[in-house]
């Protein structure tokens, strides 16, 4: 069975985020978060799409990237 649910400390390991910064957006509602008492928990499916959401489009930039090429080829080309 595999962990699902994980505490702060687990949570900044796996996104490699630092923990006042997941604390912060816990409070403001930025990630979800379970709060019992004074722990504080995390669905790992939840971080997993947040992280997954947050992903550049790399195909965007490829294109630009591309284009960018091709026209400095094509002007050197024409000098």
Do not use: C, H
Request: no cysteine; proline share 3%.
């Amino acid at each position: 069975m595999e962990k699902r649910y994980a505490n702060i400390k687990e949570v900044s390991i796996y996104t490699s985020l630092p923990v006042k910064t997941l604390y912060d957006w816990a409070s403001q509602g930025k990630i979800p978060s379970i709060k019992f008492g004074r722990r504080v928990l995390f669905d790992l499916q939840d971080i997993d799409q947040i992280m997954t959401t947050q992903k550049r489009d790399t195909q965007r930039y490829e294109k630009t990237v591309n284009k960018i090429v091709g026209d400095i080829r094509e002007n050197n080309y024409n000098a």
